[in-house]
């Protein structure tokens, strides 16, 4: 059984830095596409960072260049380091995988929360002004 647990988050000011990191369980990372999506009150959650066996990688143009994506495999830990936050960052911060779904992700050029079926439960981020 799938098991994905989230950590790292917290509250900082605007500019600063956060890592998230996702503690996966229950499949070996191979064929299996990971990311991080998040969801801020009132909002529809939103894909931003995947990365596939493969090593290929998918961000969203929100976070692009500030974000990075990445995957240790001996840990099973997939990570997301967050740099010069903004407080339009501010969101619950969830971890996702799915077989093959970075396939779908460059074919619809979008990272949608519908690829993706085993989710963790969430970690806060907070960025202040």
């Known amino acids: 059984q799938v098991r994905l647990v989230e950590s790292g988050g917290g509250s900082v000011e605007t500019g600063g830095s956060l890592r998230l990191s996702c503690a996966y369980s229950?499949?070996?990372?191979?064929?299996?596409?990971m990311g991080w999506f998040r969801q801020a009150p009132g909002k529809e959650r939103e894909g931003v960072a995947a990365?596939?066996?493969?090593?290929?990688?998918y961000y969203s143009d929100s976070i692009k260049g500030r974000f990075t994506v990445s995957l240790d495999t001996a840990k099973t830990t997939l990570f997301l380091q967050m740099n010069s936050l903004k407080p339009e960052d501010t969101a619950m911060y969830y971890c996702a995988a799915e077989y093959k779904a970075m396939t779908s992700i460059q074919a619809l050029g979008v990272m949608e929360p519908s690829l993706f079926s085993n989710w963790g439960q969430g970690t806060q981020v907070t960025v202040s002004s």
């Open positions: 990365i596939d066996s493969d090593g290929s990688t």
């Open positions: 229950g499949y070996t990372f191979m064929s299996i596409s």
